[in-house]
């Protein structure tokens, strides 16, 4: 299993940037998506998860409103598009999904068994 995470960069606060997770190895309409981060000196955090269907998705209070997570099964990608960021967004962001099918949307590390390679958003103020 491969999760390739993609489109961050730099942008100031009050602008947006559309990540992406292509992953391989794995069907995204099977599988919960979730989209975590980690700024630097800090624990990685849950920011945003999508299920299998594209019917349920959640996320963190800190991003709730601003972020917007989708997929698109035909490419076998889940996106991240965020708006309104703020210098506090600043973080590698990393895409993930469990290895176990849980009942309901996940939000902690340890329930996420593959990872993909992080990719870094920086928000100026």
């Known amino acids: 299993v491969q999760l390739q995470a993609s489109g961050g960069g730099l942008v100031q606060a009050g602008g947006s940037l559309g990540l992406s997770c292509a992953a391989s190895g794995l069907t995204v309409s099977r599988y919960t998506i979730a989209w975590f981060r980690q700024a630097p000196g800090k624990e990685r955090e849950f920011v945003s998860t999508i299920n299998w269907s594209g019917r349920s998705t959640n996320y963190a209070d800190s991003v709730k409103g601003r972020f917007t997570i989708s997929k698109d099964d035909a490419k076998n990608t889940v996106h991240l598009q965020m708006n309104s960021l703020k210098p506090e967004d600043t973080a590698v962001y990393y895409c993930?999904?469990?290895?176990?099918?849980?009942?309901?949307?996940?939000?902690?590390?340890?329930?996420?068994?593959?990872w993909g390679q992080g990719t870094q958003v920086t928000v100026s103020s």
């Open positions: 993930a999904a469990p290895r176990t099918y849980y009942g309901s949307l996940r939000t902690l590390v340890h329930e996420y068994d593959y």
